[in-house]
């Protein structure tokens, strides 16, 4: 059984795909706009997807609105640790959910803080 809010990895295909916790801080590998994930949609817009094939990812880049991002589109924003960065998250925590990441995504997927 998976924990609600760990999420899981990429791990390259649809069905073992799980989703990235929310909380996480992430980066546009377009524009560097650092945002943090706040959930799923499956009212999906525009082409992207995630590995699932059905969802994007709301990101809440301080506007009012969330903005729909497919997973490909996202970086990982690490700490000076090298741990995921999360909203109100104990560091032990962070550190699993680090771990499983590492296990799922390329290391050039990780960057650091602005």
């Known amino acids: 059984?998976?924990?609600p809010q760990?999420?899981?990895?990429?791990q390259g295909t649809t069905q073992s795909w799980r989703r990235l916790p929310d909380g996480i801080k992430v980066r546009l590998?377009?524009?560097?706009?650092?945002g943090v994930i706040c959930g799923l949609t499956e009212l999906v817009i525009?082409?992207?997807?995630?590995?699932?094939?059905?969802?994007?990812?709301?990101?809440n880049f301080g506007d009012p609105g969330r903005t729909l991002v497919a997973e490909d589109a996202l970086l990982i924003v690490i700490d000076a640790e090298g741990l995921v960065?999360?909203?109100?998250?104990?560091?032990?925590?962070?550190?699993?959910?680090?771990?499983?990441?590492?296990?799922?995504f390329s290391e050039?997927?990780?960057v650091s803080s602005a």
């Not at 760990?6 to 990429?10: A, C, E, K, L």
């Not at 590998?29 to 650092?34: K, T």
């Not at 960065?85 to 799922?104: F, I, N």
């Open 46 to 59: 525009g082409p992207g997807r995630n590995p699932d094939g059905r969802t994007q990812y709301r990101v």
């Open 85 to 104: 960065s999360m909203l109100k998250q104990h560091v032990d925590y962070r550190r699993l959910v680090t771990a499983q990441l590492r296990g799922g």
């Open 108 to 110: 050039d997927r990780f």
């Open 6 to 10: 760990t999420g899981s990895v990429h």
């Open 1 to 3: 059984m998976t924990h």
């Open 29 to 34: 590998r377009e524009n560097n706009r650092e």
